[in-house]
């Protein structure tokens, strides 16, 4: 089981790692982060595309959060119309998870949550801190695969180890 500090650290962690990417994606021209560069989403764009997608599924179910405009997996990499626009609202809905983190209590993060997942096609129930701790997974997931697709472009994000998260992103 997890509790609300690990909840709120990997929030602030999404927070930083966020700014990092999108930061060395800003030296990269738009032909550069739209380019198929093989990753599961294709492209740089395409893929933080989807991870803002993700979290939107998710915060939808466990805060009542609007629902992410694409409908699907597949239509989640053009869930924002333009990079600026994709910035703007990266920045925007990680203030919501981060709020949304330090409102919680031990007894939120108990009992189980029941959806329907249209990746899986059914209905699904599965404990709350289960999915909180696959929420942030998933995040770190496609944003390895976008820190690689960087690096290997010469920009330069900022390292990804938890315990050298700045202080200012803890407060």
Request: with cysteine; proline share 5%.
């Amino acid at each position: 089981m997890i509790g609300p500090d690990h909840v709120k650290t990997f929030a602030a962690y999404n927070r930083w790692q966020n700014t990092s990417l999108y930061g060395a994606a800003d030296s990269l021209s738009d032909s550069d982060r739209q380019q198929d560069r093989g990753a599961f989403f294709g492209s740089i764009e395409a893929t933080l595309n989807h991870v803002l997608w993700g979290d939107r599924i998710w915060m939808s179910r466990f805060a009542g959060l609007p629902r992410p405009v694409a409908p699907n997996i597949p239509a989640s990499v053009n869930e924002c119309p333009s990079w600026d626009d994709l910035k703007e609202q990266r920045a925007a809905f990680d203030g919501e998870i981060v709020r949304w983190a330090g409102s919680l209590s031990s007894s939120d993060l108990t009992g189980d949550l029941t959806w329907h997942s249209g990746a899986a096609g059914r209905d699904i129930a599965k404990p709350l801190w289960l999915l909180i701790t696959h929420f942030f997974n998933h995040q770190t997931h496609h944003r390895g695969q976008v820190h690689c697709l960087l690096t290997s472009l010469g920009a330069t994000p900022d390292d990804t180890d938890l315990f050298l998260m700045p202080e200012q992103y803890l407060s």
